[in-house]
């Protein structure tokens, strides 16, 4: 069977860290590139980064820029959401997904999904 499993989910206060796992079973992560899209409650999902399959280059949302950090571990078949200064508006479900063209914010291009984990962000 093949799917994403994402975890690292949790509560955090503003300025806190978490890091969030995206590890694939039944299929190589090698050969596709990577997005983590997030949705609050009322919102649409939105694109956050993404790491492209080949070279790793990355994407990021303007509201994450500088925050956020993408990596892909190969060996492990698992790519990390490393997210720092935690901010309350970065509550949120967040999915990994998998696409086997490149990077991109449409997530109907994307052809493999995750459950989802939660962050919440609050004091």
């Known amino acids: 069977q093949l799917q994403l499993v994402e975890s690292g989910g949790g509560l955090v206060q503003p300025g806190g860290s978490l890091r969030l796992s995206c590890t694939a079973s039944g299929f190589t992560l090698d050969y596709y590139a990577i997005g983590w899209f997030r949705q609050a409650p009322g919102k649409e999902r939105e694109g956050v980064s993404c790491i492209r399959s080949s070279g790793g280059s990355t994407n990021y949302a303007d509201s994450v820029k500088g925050r956020f950090t993408i990596s892909r571990d190969n060996a492990k078949n698992t790519v990390y959401l490393q997210m720092n200064s935690l901010k309350p508006e970065d509550t949120a479900v967040y999915y990994c997904?998998?696409?086997?063209?490149?990077?991109?914010?449409?997530?109907?291009?994307?052809?493999?999904w995750g459950q989802g984990t939660q962050v919440t962000v609050s004091s």
């Open positions: 997904a998998a696409s086997a063209e490149s990077c991109n914010w449409d997530y109907a291009e994307y052809d493999y």
